[in-house]
């Protein structure tokens, strides 16, 4: 196996690092205020997106860092899992980079989706703009009302009635949702077949967001964050009326798609927490030399040395882990790789949840508050501990292989 970078890939890493340095990094610094404590909690509806935003997406598009993450090289890089990897991870040391690069989740998902999935006439009404950063959108998956990391439990449905398809239920953390640019949603319900089996029983719906029947409850603050004006949403769905063309690769696919979609955006998830970790560990090292106590230096006190070691070794198993994951997806797809996506969707979150809490202790209570962009990083750490399946979902899924593996079939 062979983790090596392409040229290209080298190419796009080298550029992404120079204009989050020149461009990004002065612009969250100087308008940390305007984005993280001029705050409207949770009424959204008064979000708005600050002016610098689409400033500076406009000039990543302009000098083509622009959709590097989609592997199709006339709408994207061309890039493959494994070229993409090392980009996600710089994109990953700051909070707004991977939107400045139209490379942010959800709407990653939604658009390999749609361009893997999604029919003619889906791909130019709702992928193309999205391809153009022109609007965003939101994934409705998890239910606040069933234990959601089974995705079988779901109790929303779709169900179709002549040449439309009906939609009903709530979901809850839609990321994404509170963001005023967000225009369509991908909605996953159950849609019954007694003919096919319990993974052929979901769909996955285009849903506008101004559709009737579809209503935003509330917002959902992550540690007191609403994380505007992206937003974790509350939405539910009353006799939500949809032209039968709305389903993704038709009914019954949802579980399909499901998988096509998360396997690469596992990986990016990853490699990004892979950056905020090293951007911690970074912050770590100079806040612990920058400050004495007790006549020397921070890192020279408590073990603070075993400290830093202890994150360089854990960053890089993880990054090696997940590169492998990388790897093998591009060789057999995702579904021959279950075990190492899995594997990293536990291991990267933790390492760096792992690292910000040490980074923030070494910080002391400026740690804690928004003066570094620690506490963000930890919020997003302890979320993804969730976010596309919990740990223990993942860990079982490896377990469940590895007993296949010598013929245990339960």
């Known amino acids: 196996m062979d983790f090596e970078q392409s040229a290209k890939s080298r190419d796009y890493t080298k550029r992404v690092r120079q204009f989050i340095k ?17 705050r409207h909690g949770g009424d959204w509806k008064s979000w708005r997106i600050p002016d610098h935003v689409e400033k500076l997406k406009a000039m990543a598009k302009a000098q083509g860092l622009w959709n590097l993450f989609l592997p199709d090289p006339e709408l994207g890089a061309g890039l493959s899992v494994l070229d993409y990897a090392p980009i996600a991870e710089e994109t990953g040391r700051s ?24 029919n003619a006439a889906q791909k130019e009404q709702w992928l193309k703009p999205l391809l153009a950063g022109e609007i965003r959108s939101v994934f409705f998956m998890t239910e606040p009302d069933v234990a959601s990391s089974d995705a079988t439990n779901m109790r929303a449905t779709a169900i179709i009635e002549g040449d439309e398809i009906v939609l009903n239920g709530k979901k809850w953390w839609s990321s994404g949702v509170g963001d005023p640019r967000c225009k369509i949603g991908i909605f996953m319900a159950l849609t019954p077949n007694e003919q096919l089996g319990r993974h052929s029983q979901h769909s996955m719906v285009l849903v506008p967001m101004d559709t009737p029947g579809v209503s935003i409850e509330r917002m959902l603050p992550v540690f007191g964050d609403y994380d505007e004006p992206h937003g974790h949403g509350e939405v539910h769905f009353k006799n939500v009326r949809l032209p ?60 603070n040395r075993e400290r830093i070691a202890d994150a360089r070794i854990a960053i890089d198993q993880a990054r090696l882990l997940t590169l492998y994951a990388a790897w093998k997806i591009d060789k057999v797809g995702p579904l021959q790789a279950m075990t190492e996506i899995s594997a990293i969707k536990v291991v ?43 740990d223990e979902v993942h860990k079982g ?10 013929g245990y079939s339960k």
Not at 281 to 301: V, W
Not at 350 to 362: C, E, F, K, P, R
Not at 363 to 387: I, K, V, Y
């Open 397 to 406: 899924v490896i377990a469940r292989i590895e007993l296949a593996k010598r």
């Open 22 to 38: 020149e461009h990004i990094a002065p612009i969250e610094k100087q308008h940390w205020d305007e984005i993280h404590e001029q």
């Open 348 to 390: 990267a979150p933790n390492v760096l949840q792992s690292v910000t809490d040490m980074a923030m202790q070494i910080h002391g209570g400026a740690g804690m508050s928004r003066d570094t962009p620690l506490s963000g990083f930890f919020a997003q750490a302890r979320s993804l501990r969730l976010a596309d399946g919990p």
């Open 244 to 303: 039968l063309g709305n389903v993704i690769a038709g009914p019954g696919r949802g579980f399909e798609i499901a998988q096509g979609r998360l396997g690469p955006g596992r990986i990016h998830h990853c490699m990004r927490c892979l950056g905020a970790a090293e951007q911690g560990l970074d912050l770590a090292i100079a806040r612990g030399m920058a400050r004495t106590a007790f006549g020397k230096p921070l890192l020279n006190l408590g073990g």
């Open 95 to 118: 909070l707004m980079a991977p939107e400045i690069f139209n490379c942010n989740a959800p709407d990653t998902g939604n658009m390999e989706v749609l361009w893997k999935y999604g």
